[in-house]
């Protein structure tokens, strides 16, 4: 069964430093988001993307944050400049369709410290 | 802003129980609604979704009622087994949307053998 997958599955930087976490949504996806879930708290929405520009994003995804499809396979989501905050489990999904349901990847965790 | 919420954030039942966890959200203006399933250290898992022009749905061993009257909704989980311990969250979305899902806050269902 396809899947959305996620590298890495952690990832361990300096306060500051730039990030890149990437994604490979499932092959014949249109639509693609990115969530995170700070540790015991519930997901929230970041961003979606879809033909190839940003359809909607909350607040939570300021200046710091970008998301490109450099590829055909590929979906990342960077942050520039890391703050103890952004420490959380970030996850991908991609769905087919507006009508279909959002797939979710494992996820990465963020550790800034 | 809109909210989903939760009642309960922790659930525990006997094996061979049934379960109900229920949701509260305030859009109304919300299309359709969706419960994941969410295991430690992975990403949730799509369980069942309902539509708003609906009132109950049901899948296998799960059922998700809907009462638009009071934004309310619950998931009912059949003869409920260990392998169904997790954190549940219901998410709601929108068409004009693009798809984002607002998230609750999730109940963690512990199934005691």
């Known amino acids: 069964e396809p899947e959305v997958t996620q590298t890495p599955s952690h990832q361990v930087t300096q306060m500051g430093q730039e990030v890149i976490l990437r994604c490979v949504p499932i092959?014949?996806?249109?639509?693609f988001y990115w969530y995170r879930q700070i540790l015991g708290q519930k997901v929230e929405f970041l961003v979606s993307f879809y033909n190839n520009e940003i359809s909607e994003k909350s607040e939570i995804f300021d200046d710091q944050f970008s998301v490109e499809r450099p590829d055909g396979s590929n979906f990342t989501l960077k942050i520039r400049s890391t703050k103890l905050e952004d420490s959380a489990m970030y996850f991908c999904?991609?769905?087919?369709?507006?009508?279909?349901?959002?797939?979710f990847g494992p996820g990465t965790r963020l550790t800034v410290l | 802003g809109e909210s989903v919420g939760l009642h309960l954030p922790t659930l525990s039942v006997q094996e061979g129980d049934n379960s109900i966890i229920n949701c509260a959200y305030s859009?109304?203006?919300?299309?359709?609604f969706i419960w994941y399933k969410q295991e430690s250290g992975k990403g949730p898992q799509f369980i069942i979704d309902i539509r708003s022009n609906m009132d109950k749905r049901q899948g296998q061993r799960v059922t998700v009622l809907l009462n638009k009257t009071v934004k309310h909704l619950s998931l009912q989980i059949a003869a409920t087994q260990p392998g169904d311990s997790a954190v549940y969250f219901c998410a709601a979305g929108a068409y004009n949307q693009g798809g984002k899902l607002i998230f609750g806050q999730g109940t963690e269902l512990s199934v005691k053998p």
């Open positions: 092959s014949n996806h249109l639509y």
């Open positions: 999904a991609s769905r087919k369709s507006s009508y279909n349901e959002q797939f």
């Open positions: 859009n109304s203006a919300s299309d359709y």
